[in-house]
């Protein structure tokens, strides 16, 4: 069993920056590929970026790419979401997910989710 527990999300300006944060516990950590998807109201939950186990992969939804970074701290059990130049587009929840194999919408494990709210 995996838990996961999101951070760092909140309201911030057009064009700011947050960085979200996952801290796991339970299973060996590294040996997780983690992710990050998200929800919008009223619409379904969608891929947002992707590590594997090592760090030394990544990829990312072509909404975000170039904007956002995902990067993890296997010593800290924690994988983080920098989000740069957000748009208002950019409001969901963020949920941080686990898989044993490869990140997708039926991944392993789900944190709860943190807001994201981007203003114009």
């Known amino acids: 069993q995996v838990q996961l527990v999101e951070s760092g999300g909140g309201l911030v300006q057009a064009g700011g920056s947050l960085r979200l944060s996952c801290a796991a516990s339970?299973?060996?950590?590294?040996?997780?590929?983690m992710g990050w998807f998200r929800q919008a109201p009223g619409k379904e939950r969608e891929f947002v970026a992707a590590?594997?186990?090592?760090?030394?992969?990544?990829r990312y939804a072509d909404s975000v790419k170039g904007r956002f970074t995902i990067s993890r701290d296997n010593a800290k059990n924690t994988v983080y979401l920098q989000m740069n130049s957000l748009k208002p587009e950019d409001t969901a929840v963020y949920y941080c997910?686990?898989?044993?194999?490869?990140?997708?919408?039926?991944?392993?494990?789900w944190g709860q989710g943190t807001q994201v709210t981007v203003s114009s």
């Open positions: 339970g299973r060996t950590f590294s040996g997780y590929a």
């Open positions: 590590i594997n186990w090592s760090g030394y992969s990544t």
């Open positions: 997910c686990a898989d044993r194999l490869r990140v997708g919408p039926n991944s392993d494990y």
